[in-house]
């Protein structure tokens, strides 16, 4: 009888759970839209980052050692992300300044900084509304590679993208 009972109690579990309703798709959650509402199928969201390509079409930049300054990779890369965000006006982001693991703390969050306002300052020039990017640095503190020499400091050197609001 117990067997009974508790096969039953697990089938409508069951059932339960294989009718529950779906989320319904929202494009603003799957994908990044465009002024023109088409979804470019690329993913954008909340708290998604240009690390980890959830940040939409926002891709990371980055640094040679020990500057600030952009290359023409980095430029480019910016123009992309910058007509990304004036067509997708509603996205607010946070630049986040990252250092490779060379060079004292202090040092490596002052130099996180000033790659994180250069990127902000490039985005602003290129008509990006100032109020919706937001800087933060973590100097040598969230690496991205894991080990001691150039391959992995190179893609420690970054700036990369936090989406804020959508």
Same mark, same amino acid.
């Given at each position: 009888m117990f067997t009974r009972a508790f096969f039953t109690t697990l089938m409508v579990g069951f059932l339960a759970v294989g009718c529950a309703s779906k989320k319904p798709n929202n494009?603003? =959650?799957a994908?990044?839209?465009?002024? =023109?509402?088409?979804n470019s199928g690329l993913t954008l969201e909340l708290s998604g980052d240009s690390d980890s390509n959830t940040a939409g079409g926002l891709q990371t930049v980055f640094f040679d050692f020990n500057s600030s300054n952009l290359g023409s990779s980095a430029k480019q890369k910016l123009d992309e992300n910058a007509n990304f965000l004036k067509s997708n006006k509603t996205v607010d982001i946070q630049v986040e300044g990252h250092a490779d693991e060379r060079g004292g703390r202090q040092y490596n969050l002052a130099l996180g900084e000033r790659r994180a306002k250069t990127v902000r300052d490039y985005l602003v020039a290129r008509g990006v509304e100032a109020k919706r990017i937001s800087t933060i640095s973590y100097g040598n503190e969230r690496p991205v590679a894991e080990g001691h020499d150039e391959s992995a400091w190179s893609k420690n050197r970054r700036a990369n993208f936090v989406v804020t609001a959508k």
């Amino acid at each position: 009888m117990f067997t009974r009972a508790f096969f039953t109690t697990l089938m409508v579990g069951f059932l339960a759970v294989g009718c529950a309703s779906k989320k319904p798709n929202n494009s603003q =959650d799957a994908g990044a839209d465009g002024a =023109d509402g088409a979804n470019s199928g690329l993913t954008l969201e909340l708290s998604g980052d240009s690390d980890s390509n959830t940040a939409g079409g926002l891709q990371t930049v980055f640094f040679d050692f020990n500057s600030s300054n952009l290359g023409s990779s980095a430029k480019q890369k910016l123009d992309e992300n910058a007509n990304f965000l004036k067509s997708n006006k509603t996205v607010d982001i946070q630049v986040e300044g990252h250092a490779d693991e060379r060079g004292g703390r202090q040092y490596n969050l002052a130099l996180g900084e000033r790659r994180a306002k250069t990127v902000r300052d490039y985005l602003v020039a290129r008509g990006v509304e100032a109020k919706r990017i937001s800087t933060i640095s973590y100097g040598n503190e969230r690496p991205v590679a894991e080990g001691h020499d150039e391959s992995a400091w190179s893609k420690n050197r970054r700036a990369n993208f936090v989406v804020t609001a959508k």
